[in-house]
């Protein structure tokens, strides 16, 4: 477990990559907004738990009982927890997921290879959608995480994945499919691209 939790080993499949220090500066209000998000590293699915200008401990502990909340049934096939050291966690954090059977892995100081996943994540988003955008207010931010994340889990290619999205939401296409047809998302700032039948 040291090993994946360093990123030079093997990946443990039920390793999630929480991150809180995802970053958005809004240009109309000219505040900072914090993402708080969690990948699961097997599958690359990310769970966006929300958005917030003054991140502290109370609220990213609430975050980890949403997610928990979430994931049902499924948060018993997870074994560790891998995230930074930032102020937000706090030891409640940790505790609600040590209470669900989850270890809590914190990375070593300014060593974000550690935790690759999910600054590999960031740098999607970012280069994807809010290098392109200019985001007004956090309310436009929570839009724009309201359609991003669906687009990620449910029709982007990973490569990790052989080219499938974490969660497909159509069929995968099949040798009689000659047709594409092109889908705008986030107003056209991202296309999707489906088959369709000859």
């Known amino acids: 477990m040291r090993e994946a939790a360093r990123g030079n080993g093997p990946v443990d499949k039920t390793a999630t990559a929480p991150r809180a220090d995802f970053t958005v500066d809004c240009a109309a209000t000219l505040k900072r907004v914090y993402v708080f998000f969690v990948m699961e590293v097997a599958t690359r699915y990310v769970h966006v738990l929300g958005a917030t200008t003054n991140p502290d401990g109370a609220r990213t502990t609430q975050q980890a009982r949403n997610l928990l909340m979430d994931l ?21 954090f940790d505790a609600v ?7 809590v892995v914190k990375i070593p100081p ?7 996943h ?12 809010t290098d392109r955008l200019l985001i007004i207010n956090e309310h436009h931010l929570r839009t724009v995480l309201n359609r991003y994340p669906a687009h990620y889990n449910h029709r982007r290619p990973h490569q990790a994945l052989q080219l499938a999205p974490p969660r497909s939401d159509r069929p995968i296409a099949e040798q009689g499919y000659t047709s594409i047809r092109r889908r705008p998302v986030l107003g056209g700032l991202i ?6 039948a000859a």
């Open 191 to 196: 296309d999707d691209y489906e088959p369709t």
């Open 97 to 103: 997921l040590s209470d669900a059977g989850i270890k």
């Open 110 to 116: 300014r060593c974000p290879r550690a935790n690759t």
């Open 118 to 129: 999910a600054e590999r994540f960031v740098g999607t988003i970012r280069r994807e959608v």
């Open 72 to 92: 049902g049934d499924r948060a018993d096939d997870l074994r560790f927890l891998i995230r930074d050291r930032a102020g937000q966690f706090t030891a409640s």
